[in-house]
């Protein structure tokens, strides 16, 4: 293999992926790509070879390479090849490699000199290669031939442009030693993508094949074009030597004796020729690395740092001894007790800001869901005077009754109150619901100890279930207690006479029993309600849905542009609106409910309904009750005669129901004043429900729950069985200790690693900034001769007679790359190389010429 330099760089890339790979990490260095750019028949892919030091390319005149080529090296023990596209197939001849190359070319642009941006992915497995992608792109060409386009100049260019532009590729800009410098495609390109020259190194190529008397001196000098970091001149093999199977290692002695016999070019035989090129790319390398290791040296400390404690806690672990085992039990029961009680209480730190606890969900069904459950309870308005006018009736008999009869009265309170069953029962399951998935999530913590968690869960659930029965208990004697007595001597229950008057006034608002008493507490300025909604019967041609602030008080629902509420959208009063649900469309990921007006007016401008979105059921039901409290109820259940009437339109459905409304004046007033009393009674119903629930729940069911884990817990779990199959550790936990100790015991490993590898590198400075206007523009221009140059790449021109040998060789104010020993200012120093990574060059040729 040709590659020295980059075998030395291996050791220090494989220490770093040993360091990660220790910890199950990857060694994500992103080493930079290379890209030989340059013109047809410049030598591009022979440069390429010599980074693999294997002949597998393409070889010919006109443009060979038509199509990216990728190649990815892959530091490995054994040697082969394979491409993307024919997975799963190993190459051990790199004849066969190139062989391959040159069809899958052909079957994409066919076999006459076509061109396709498709690259070719191809992998080279080695031990003599670092982890690195290398870019062939194809010659920059001027006139199509073949069956290229007519384009093909800027197509060639575009597909360059697609790799270099690329921060992490390093351009190698080859240009042929025979051809005018200035004229150099390869480095016009080059500037436009790298301004400052950072990534860009010049490759002159074809130094051999230059017309006898001329030289390319001044150029690799720097001193004609120069560049940041200078050019670099190479001997590939010839057609010949390819043809006569010339390996690379012998092409590279070659190549060396050539620099070292020149007379031009002696004095920089040192730092010319292909091992050179690869110890420039190596020195970049060990920038990148170097750069990289800060980033990689703090992330590792910061996974130390935090594994630190834990680690402590794991070194002498002894899982079998039973103090532990009853020290760590306490301590798991004490933990479960306290996060239970911050769950449901509350707590000031680790606050959740995800989703809401146990304690806030609770806290909504007392306080939005159970309300909204009892106004969901009422009857038909219709309905309800019709069992008021039966009731009278079959009270009087065959009589005709001239007084209002209490016992109408009561029998209809008592069916209305007993109506109230249904939603006390149902809250108490949603807070038994809510009770037992906190204890499931106070219960992760126990993950380490299966068996621990699985009969803590089992006996506060049992727990908890046996309580059910208690609170249900008990909150259906609070509605039988309603029912047992009905007293109309209550200080809020309007009485016989204030019924009688208001049964006389018209115009009556039907309220139902909840409105009166809501409205009683707020004001009507009072916001009950702010948040975030989405119209969702807005018009496409007026923009689609779309999300406003909502703010809802006692008198109107008001919307605005963002919640600093100062650019105010609309304002709808409350007046007549009632709620309803809205089945959710298919494609739908909101949930959607609408307000609608109860005289079939226009709600929002042309719109007869207002639909509005929430991302979750919760939220609806949460508005909804906010709505309720505003005095916005849900909309009545449409009976059966009601939805014929309005399909067909008949007057048959009034006649269906004229025997229950279709009253004398007198009937007509008693079950008027029948309904005001049931409407005032069974607000003070509702008003004592809604207190007496969430206490009878908190003191039965909560605070009992809480008292036992607190209390009985710990001696439930004693009396379970064998304390230490309860503390025996998941085999997860058991891993995870191990894994701990190992990657804590790592990352130290890792983090000396990187120490050692910082203090064993050396970065090489960055060469300073040199004038490359020339290249600007149409970079068709020549810049005028040097004084100290007057030797330049051209056919033509003798290279002017010299008296004395040439002085010694010494780094220039360009760095590495930029050689001005020509210079008369210039003091003559003894050669020096850069400090840069050691490389194992093969010593001098016995026949060099050293300068005076």
């Known amino acids: 293999m040709g590659n020295r330099g980059m075998e030395d760089l291996i050791p220090l890339v494989n220490k770093l992926q040993d360091a990660f790979s220790s910890i199950g990490q990857a060694c994500n260095l992103d080493l930079p790509q290379i890209a030989v750019v340059g013109g047809q028949s410049a030598g591009k892919s022979s440069v390429l070879e010599n980074f693999v030091g294997r002949d597998f390319l393409p070889r010919g005149s006109g443009i060979v390479t038509r199509r990216p080529l990728v190649l990815q090296l892959i530091n490995s023990a054994a040697e082969w090849a394979e491409f993307l596209h024919c997975k799963g197939k190993k190459f051990t001849d790199f ?111 074809k130094l051999d094949l230059m017309d006898e008397g001329t030289d390319a001196r001044d150029v690799l000098e720097n001193k004609l074009l120069p560049l940041r ?109 306290v996060d239970f009680e911050k769950r449901i209480e509350g707590s000031g730190d680790q606050v959740d800001t995800v989703e809401l606890s146990g304690g806030a969900k609770i806290n909504r069904i007392f306080h939005e869901r159970f309300p909204f459950e009892l106004v969901k309870m009422e009857c038909d308005e219709k309905e309800m005077r019709r069992e008021i ?98 007293n109309t001597n209550h200080e809020d229950f309007i009485g016989f006479a204030n019924a009688q008057q208001r049964s006389s006034q018209t115009n009556k608002s039907q309220s139902s029993a909840g409105n009166q008493v809501t409205s009683n507490h707020l004001t009507l300025a009072q916001v009950i309600r702010k948040g975030w909604l989405t119209i969702n019967n807005i018009s496409i041609m007026k923009g689609g849905a779309k999300e406003y602030w909502f703010v809802l008080t006692a008198e109107s629902l008001s919307w605005f542009k963002d919640d600093e509420e100062k650019e105010k959208k609309y304002m709808l009063p409350l007046d007549n609106l009632k709620v309803r649900d809205v089945e959710k469309s298919f494609m739908s990921s909101k949930h959607i409910f609408c307000i609608f007006n109860t005289e079939s007016r226009n709600v929002y401008k042309d719109n007869r309904t207002l639909e509005l979105a929430c991302d979750s059921q919760d939220d609806v039901d949460s508005w909804k009750s906010s709505l309720l409290r505003a005095g916005v109820y849900p909309e009545k259940t449409v009976t059966v005669s009601k939805l014929i009437c309005s399909v067909f339109k008949i007057r048959t459905c009034i006649t269906t129901t004229a025997d229950n409304f279709s009253m004398d004046p007198q009937l007509e007033r008693k079950v008027e004043t029948i309904r005001n009393l049931v409407d005032s009674y069974m607000a003070i119903v509702n008003k004592c429900i809604r207190d007496l629930m969430p206490k009878t729940i908190m003191h039965l069911m909560i605070n009992n729950v809480k008292e036992f884990i607190n209390a009985e817990l710990l001696a439930q779990l004693y009396s379970a069985g064998d304390q230490n199959s309860l503390m025996d550790e998941s085999q997860e936990q058991a891993q995870r200790r191990d894994e701990v100790l190992r990657t804590h015991q790592a990352l130290k490993e890792a983090l000396a690693i990187i120490g050692d590898i910082s203090t064993t590198t050396v970065t090489v400075p960055v060469p300073p900034p040199v004038d490359t206007s020339w290249v600007g523009g149409s970079g ?61 060059r093969p010593p001098p040729s016995p026949t060099r010429q050293v300068p005076p």
């Open 95 to 205: 004849d066969e490699v190139r062989q391959e190359i040159e069809a899958e070319t052909d079957r994409a642009t066919g076999a006459n000199k076509g061109i396709s941006p498709v690259p070719i992915n191809l992998r080279v497995f080695s031990p003599h290669v670092l982890n690195l992608t290398l870019i062939d792109l194809p010659g920059i060409t001027k006139v199509p031939v073949g069956d290229q386009p007519a384009d093909i100049e800027q197509q060639i260019r575009d597909m360059i442009m697609q790799f270099i532009t690329r921060e992490s590729c390093l351009i190698l800009a080859v240009t042929p030693a025979n051809t005018d410098l200035a004229n150099s495609d390869a480095l016009k390109l080059a500037k436009d993508v790298d301004p400052q020259g950072m990534r860009t190194i010049g490759v002159i190529t």
């Open 229 to 337: 970091r200078g050019y670099i001149g190479v001997v590939n093999r010839s057609q010949k030597d390819i043809d006569g199977k010339k390996d690379i290692k012998a092409a590279l002695e070659a190549e060396r004796k050539f620099f070292l016999s020149h007379p031009s070019y002696r004095h920089l035989a040192e730092k010319m020729g292909t091992p050179r090129l690869q110890k420039v790319l190596n020195e970049q390398l060990t920038n990148h690395i170097r750069d990289t290791l800060p980033g990689f040296r703090s992330k590792l400390q910061s996974q130390l740092l935090a594994l630190d404690k834990e680690a402590e806690e794991y070194r002498g672990y002894r899982p079998d001894d039973p103090s532990r085992k009853t020290k760590q039990l306490l301590q798991m029961v004490q933990q479960f007790s």
């Open 389 to 486: 006018s039966y009731a009278i009736k079959n009270i009087h008999g065959i009589r005709t009754g001239l007084f209002t009869p209490d016992m109408a009265f009561e029998a209809i309170v008592k069916k209305q109150v007993i109506k109230l069953k249904e939603p006390c029962v149902k809250s108490v399951d949603m807070v038994i619901q809510e009770l037992i998935n906190t204890v499931r999530q106070c219960s992760n913590k126990l993950e380490c100890f299966p068996r621990l968690r699985e009969e803590t869960e089992r006996i506060v659930t049992s727990h908890i279930r046996d309580r059910e029965n208690r609170a249900k208990d008990q909150v259906l004697l609070l509605i039988d207690i309603q029912l047992s007595y009905i």
């Open 780 to 840: 068709r221009r020549s810049p005028p001769p040097s004084p100290t140059a007057p030797r330049r790449m051209s056919s033509g021109q003798r290279p002017a007679p010299r008296g004395a040998p040439p002085p010694p060789n010494r780094p220039g104010p360009l760095g590495p790359f930029n050689n001005t020993a020509d210079s008369p200012q210039a003091p003559s120093r003894p050669n020096r190389a850069p400090p840069s990574i050691p490389s194992r």
